[in-house]
């Protein structure tokens, strides 16, 4: 094994140096260059005397200071050294600062290890930290065994439970498998009131007042101990949970927090208030300062964050810029968060949202579509219901922007059924009420569509963008009830609220409304100026699937006023009928068919039979020569 260790560290007689992978780690080993990976992969195939033996040899090679007292700790595997102790917590202090937090919670766990056992409140202090730093990484196996040392030490109940959570944070939105530790943690708080400083608003998940409650309690203990890291995170789940109850002043609470002028990195950048503030900032679409403070946390977590506090912000960038109609940054950051979360084994719901987002205003229809239906069945599997219910917001939007409103209905059913009733959400949190009113009276359903009007909650602003489009919705239904000119009222005032706010996507879709309204009422000028203020803001932006949705409009507005012998010849097809036989002629296929007109292909294949009776044909051939023998 001495030959082994020697070889793998680059002293023995195996020339290592001249590898060309280049997801390898090299480092300077005495003579030659190693790939680290390779090295611990040799060590960790071997016996328990062959593993300290090659330790001891990788640590007298290895070249990185951090590295070598790893395998220097790594070296004495039964032993207490207080003396190594120090060197490895000295180390992991350095992982740490470097932003390596998966092996400053391994130091972390070691230099525990090696502290002597007359050193109980040092023992544990390291085991508390390595469950901390392993959550930071989202490594669940060294939390769990971080936290099963702390929970052999005794702990007080708070120790336990912020030991527990480290656990539960490993986990990221996957909580399917854990429970049981928060049913832990909620007894463990309940029979001391000091550990409710340490409760995240996750202990509380079922329960949002139980969350808000414990936040307060929190911050009080916190203040009155005098730990402010402490008392911004507990302010920050305070305003978290009033925002989403809309109970208390949220904005003042979160304003206390940030006055603590804790470091965003301190905790996790993702549970700090500098990033609340930043989240904040995006639901009442103050943009600009949301960018500002995103691109701020941005280069922290580019030096001090995870993988995930990284995807976090990336994502929450490409919010920003779908609402300000920047679609091609908006593609890029959700790319960035997308290939970041499959690399580093990161829960994909989230991600698949954001870029089914992204996908929907300036990529493709089809593509949003794969994406929130990939990201709906990897959120439901690992219990994640908000991403889960975001990917359906997705699957319906897009369904009904492509004209499937049956699809568009059953997507928004499902998600009115898994939304949890005990968590009322602020509106401008999860915006897919307006889209489903939208379904709901495409399809006829306007009962349940004014059902869905009548729970637009009193405390969200009517002049704000929530407001207006809840207001777009509310025009459509006006519209089926007969009051056309009061709800084209509505639209230009909701109109007028986007623009001054600078959201040039809601602006356009509320033009496009306006002018399918006025197009079904046979006011042509009108709805063509409508459609005209639509497509401009649409290009702008870059949207290209809505773009193609608002030409395909104007086209057919222009094909109006053709000879009514054509028209007549037809037998009656309505224009998205016209359109698609006109397509099926010239040879294009139903999936093609379906891609060009923004539709699915089963909905070609129901048009396709409508077709068919209404010209009297059974094949394609026929279909070109009815189409023939009518414009000829």
């Known amino acids: 094994m001495a030959d082994r260790a020697a070889w793998a560290c680059g002293t023995g007689p195996g020339l290592l140096g001249y590898g060309s992978d280049p997801w390898c780690r090299w480092r300077t080993c005495r003579r030659y260059w190693v790939p680290r990976a390779l090295a611990d992969g040799v060590v960790g195939s071997a016996g328990q005397q062959e593993r300290t033996d090659a330790h001891r040899s990788l640590a007298y090679a290895e070249a990185d200071p951090v590295h070598a007292v790893r395998h220097r700790a790594l070296s004495r595997p039964e032993a207490t050294d207080p003396c190594l102790a120090e060197d490895t917590a000295e180390a992991a202090g350095r992982a740490r600062a470097d932003g390596e937090r998966a092996l400053s919670a391994e130091l972390f766990v070691l230099a525990a290890e090696l502290t002597p056992v007359n050193r109980p409140a040092l023992r544990l202090s390291r085991f508390l930290t390595a469950a901390r730093e392993a959550a930071a990484a989202g ?35 996957a909580l399917a498998g854990v429970a049981g530790l928060l049913e832990r943690c909620r007894r463990l708080a309940s029979s001391d009131p000091q550990s409710l400083a340490a409760i995240r608003a996750n202990v509380s998940n079922s329960d949002p007042h139980e969350a808000l409650g414990a936040a307060r309690k929190a911050a009080e203990l916190a203040r009155s101990a005098g730990r402010p890291a402490l008392e911004a995170a507990s302010l920050t789940m305070r305003a978290r949970m009033e925002r989403v109850l809309n109970e208390g002043d949220s904005r003042a609470t979160l304003d206390r927090a940030l006055a603590l002028d804790v470091a965003a990195e301190a905790d996790g950048i993702a549970n700090s208030p500098q990033y609340l503030a930043a989240r904040h900032a995006i639901f009442d679409d103050r943009l600009a300062e949301a960018r500002s403070r995103l691109t701020v946390l941005l280069a922290v977590a580019e030096q001090h964050g995870q993988e995930e506090d990284l995807v976090d912000i990336w994502r929450s960038l490409a919010e920003v810029e779908v609402r300000s109609g920047a679609c091609a940054k908006a593609l890029a950051w959700a790319g960035k968060a997308l290939d970041a979360s499959v690399a580093a084994g990161l829960s994909l719901g989230p991600a698949c949202y954001t870029t089914a987002l992204a996908q929907s205003t300036g990529g493709s229809f089809a593509a949003a579509l794969r994406y929130a239906a990939y990201g709906e069945r990897a959120a439901r599997e690992e219990g994640d219901v908000l991403h889960r219910n975001r990917n359906l917001w997705m699957a319906g939007a897009v369904r009904l922007h492509t004209g499937d409103i049956n699809g568009a209905v059953t997507a928004f059913a499902l998600l009115d059924r898994t939304e949890d009733s005990r968590r009322p959400a602020d509106p401008s949190v999860f915006r897919w009420q307006p889209d489903a009113i939208e379904a709901l009276v495409a399809a006829g359903e306007l009962t349940s569509a004014q059902n869905m009007i009548l729970t637009f909650p009193a405390t969200a602003r009517q002049d704000s963008a929530t407001g207006a489009g809840w207001t777009r919705a509310r025009a459509l239904l006006l ?15 909701a109109a007028e609220v986007f623009r001054r706010d600078g959201l040039p996507l809601e602006e356009a879709r509320t033009h496009l409304a306006r002018g399918r309204i006025q197009r079904a009422h046979r006011r042509q000028a009108a709805a063509r100026t409508a459609f005209q203020d639509a497509r401009d803001l649409y290009l702008l932006a870059r949207a290209q699937p809505m773009l193609a949705t608002v030409q395909e409009h104007l086209d057919r507005l222009d094909g109006q006023g053709r000879s009514r012998s054509r028209e007549e010849g037809r037998a009656g097809l309505t224009d998205s009928e016209a359109r698609l036989a006109d397509l099926v002629s010239r040879g294009a296929t139903n999936q093609q068919a379906a891609q ?9 294949e129901s048009m396709l039979s409508r077709i068919y009776r209404k010209l009297r044909v059974r094949s394609r051939t026929q279909l070109l020569a009815a189409l023939l023998a009518h414009t000829g």
């Open 596 to 604: 060009q007109m923004y539709i699915s292909v089963k909905t070609v």
């Open 479 to 493: 519209d089926r009830a007969g009051e056309t000119d009061r709800a084209v009222e509505l639209l230009h005032a």
């Open 139 to 173: 490594d669940s196996n060294l939390a769990r065994r971080a936290a099963n040392a702390v929970a052999a030490s005794r702990p007080a109940p708070a120790e336990h439970v912020a030991a527990l959570l480290a656990v539960v944070d490993s986990h990221s939105q």
